[in-house]
């Protein structure tokens, strides 16, 4: 059974740092694109980030350049998010997906997601 | 960036309806549109891919239309497991983006 489960979500102040661990079990990760997509509590959908198969390639949305920074682990399985300089606007559920091997690309899978809260 | 917008926000419809939820796009994306299902407190759950092209398991009541910049996700006859938020979802270019939503309830 193919699953994505998110860990690392909790309270953290503002201007501090988070880090968002997404493990990937079911399926060969590495031959995806994988993807962190966030929902504010009470708001709609927002696509953060991607990485590539290899982590040759990196995409984010530009209200997180430079602050959040995307990675993978491909011998554990694994898909990480660095969140630095938090701020309260990040405060949202933090889901990892599975984008894809190829064009057309999709969310086909998610995670149960994880609670960020950016709060003094 | 390409912006997504829905419509509508939100509707109120009854069992056995049938639902449109349009989609615009503002270039043009060819079929590289996605809908979404998403429940309370769950995570979205796809629906369509590839603006008409339906995710195994997903019932048969549930389509999709367009290309280029105007979308659709039909409902042919609503159950009441369907009420719930729907998005669609470019994935023609990075960034990705969804549409704010539409909000599918009882009436």
């Known amino acids: 059974e193919v699953q994505l489960v998110e860990s690392g979500g909790g309270l953290v102040q503002p201007g501090g740092s988070l880090r968002l661990s997404c493990a990937a079990s079911?399926?060969?990760?590495?031959?995806?694109?994988l993807s962190w997509v966030r929902q504010a509590p009470g708001k709609g959908l927002e696509w953060v980030a991607n990485?590539?198969?290899?982590?040759?390639?990196?995409y984010y949305v530009d209200s997180v350049k430079g602050r959040f920074t995307i990675s993978r682990d491909n011998a554990y399985n694994s898909l990480y998010l660095q969140m630095n300089s938090l701020r309260a606007e990040d405060t949202a559920v933090y889901y990892c997906?599975?984008?894809?091997?190829?064009?057309?690309?999709?969310?086909?899978?998610w995670g149960q997601g994880t609670l960020v809260t950016v709060s003094s | 960036d390409i912006q997504m917008t829905q419509s509508p926000s939100s509707l109120s419809a009854s069992v056995g309806d049938r639902v449109t939820i349009t989609c615009r796009a503002s270039?043009?994306?060819?079929?590289?549109l996605n809908w979404y299902q998403q429940k309370p407190g769950k995570a979205p759950k796809l629906l369509i891919y590839?603006?008409?092209i339906l995710q195994s398991g997903v019932p048969s009541r549930f389509s999709g239309s367009g290309s280029g910049t105007d979308f659709a996700l039909t409902i042919s006859c609503l159950q009441p497991e369907d009420f719930a938020t729907y998005y669609c979802?470019?994935?023609?270019?990075?960034?990705?983006?969804f549409g704010q939503g539409t909000k599918v309830e009882i009436k």
């Open positions: 997906a599975r984008e894809g091997v190829t064009t057309p690309y999709y969310f086909d899978k």
């Open positions: 079911g399926f060969t990760s590495s031959n995806y694109w």
């Open positions: 990485i590539k198969q290899d982590g040759s390639e990196k």
């Open positions: 270039q043009s994306i060819s079929s590289y």
């Open positions: 590839a603006a008409s």
């Open positions: 979802q470019q994935s023609y270019s990075t960034p990705r983006a």
